[in-house]
């Protein structure tokens, strides 16, 4: 398709680049060599993510790096909804996750005040 527009089908403003990966699909080849979990689409991503709370989350704080000052005793303390308990026991600094800054990442830019600037 070279996405041009018809009467029928409104004209295509952007694709994805096939030859990029993103961080889904990053996360998708590590567990499958972290964690033996061969997700090879979404929707088996999905599968697992609901079938196994604990495996998926805890993949996922490992993935990204979440930095726990206090180790979480488990993943899920109470299952039940609403009320479930995530990473019971764990603690961590909001700001220090937010602010982290990956190997890959630059550094988050310094805030107009900072800098001098009266810009708003």
Known sequence: MTGAATPDTPEILWAPDATQRGRLAEFTDWVREHRGVDAGDYAALHDWSV???EGFWSAV???????FHDRPASVLGRTTMPGAEWFPGA??????QALAVGADATPPSSSPAR???NAR
């Open 51 to 53: 079938r196994d709370l």
């Open 61 to 67: 704080a490992e993935f990204l790096g979440v930095r």
């Open 91 to 96: 603690t961590l600094n909001y700001a220090e």
């Open 115 to 117: 800098t001098g600037s």
